[in-house]
């Protein structure tokens, strides 16, 4: 099925079916008034429901959809890795949308899917960040910056010992091991994808190399949630108020700087190289996050997770540039090619300054 199939008769009626079967049972049926596709992203397919209840139909709800692509330079897809933390996270503070239901089952609707609630807010991408009013002053950048680290710390905090996360707790592991498995599985995305349609990539395999052979060893028991894609676009605000954390497909167990490394390094900081995730300059960061009490802002390990972040940019930029040359709807993926030379100099030198004791960022 197509990103459109959803808009055929008999899909609907499935997929309304099991709407009222799985995600509001309490609800005497369902109808789907509204369905469209969110625009953007190589990843998952998202879709905004606006449904009523057929008997009630006074009773409204917005939904949001994701299912799996067909194919895509993030697979392989796993609906259960959001799902499971999305239903487990609120036990521990932790902002995210509430999800009503998740298959595997494709004769739904054709591939894995999860339904959630809409959040309503403002979402923010990286790009047009200095267009959003709330950002633009300094002591209010500031309580952003603390949403985000309450909701950061609250991750952290999390006891996934207790939850029932296969798909995100994974293969057991100290935190250096963890981190190879992740260098490995990146790597063979060039080696798979990228290699035997263009040239090289010596300085992904130099860094790939690099961080297996520097990765601090967390023993597992120190390990925490890591949500993987940090950053504005997967945050959703009411006005200074985080009310949620979205995307949560990259997440694993490691390190506790590794979401901080995700803020600081240089794609999260383009146009504002100062201001760490685009919030706050570095001392300030680390300044906010030991006030929680939780646990010491170590530099060093943050210089090391920076890089780690920067390789992983720097592997899925060529995977993403051979799929869109491979899919003619993807051609807008072009401007991404000077980023391939920017990932790999900005590589280099973080490497360089981490060897030599700069820890400044």
Not at 67 to 89: T, V
Not at 300 to 317: G, T
């Amino acid at each position: 099925m197509s990103a459109d199939d959803l808009g055929r008769p008999e899909v609907r009626r499935r997929l309304e079916t099991y709407l009222a079967e799985e995600a509001l049972p309490d609800w005497s049926g369902v109808e789907i008034q509204d369905l469209r596709r969110a625009t953007g992203g190589l990843s998952w397919e998202t879709f905004f429901l606006s449904v009523a209840e057929r008997d009630a139909p006074e009773r409204r709800a917005r939904l949001a959809l994701k299912r799996a692509p067909e194919r895509g330079p993030l697979e392989p897809y796993d609906i259960r890795k959001e799902a499971s933390l999305l239903a487990a996270l609120p036990a521990g503070g932790v902002p995210v949308p509430r999800v009503l239901a998740w298959t595997r089952d494709p004769s739904v609707i054709g591939r894995e899917f999860s339904v959630m609630e809409f959040v309503e807010g403002e979402n923010p991408d990286l790009r047009k960040i200095e267009d959003w009013e709330e950002w633009n002053d300094e002591a209010a950048r500031g309580e952003l910056a603390d949403q985000v680290l309450g909701a950061l710390t609250a991750l952290h905090r999390f006891d996934w010992r207790r939850a029932d996360l296969p798909a995100v707790v994974g293969e057991p592991g100290t935190g250096a091991e963890r981190l190879a498995r992740s260098v490995d599985h990146y790597q063979g995305k060039i080696e798979r994808y990228v290699i035997p349609r263009w040239p090289a990539q010596p300085m992904v395999r130099h860094a790939g190399l690099w961080l297996k052979q520097n990765a601090p060893d967390l023993p597992e028991d120190e390990l925490v949630i890591v949500h993987g894609d940090f950053r504005f676009g997967n945050w959703m605000w009411r006005g200074r108020r985080l009310a949620a954390v979205m995307d949560w497909e990259r997440a694993s167990l490691g390190d506790p700087m590794q979401d901080l490394g995700f803020l600081c390094m240089p794609l999260a900081r383009q146009r504002r190289p100062e201001l760490m995730g685009m919030l706050v300059p570095l001392d300030d960061l680390a300044a906010r996050y030991e006030s929680r009490g939780d646990r010491e802002f170590d530099r060093r390990r943050l210089h090391f997770y920076v890089i780690y972040w920067q390789f992983v940019e720097a592997a899925l930029v060529p995977r993403g540039l051979a799929y869109a040359a491979e899919d003619r709807t993807q051609l807008r993926s072009i401007t991404a090619y000077p980023q391939l030379n920017i990932n790999t100099r900005q590589l280099a030198e973080l490497i360089d300054d981490y060897e030599a004791g700069r820890h400044v960022l």
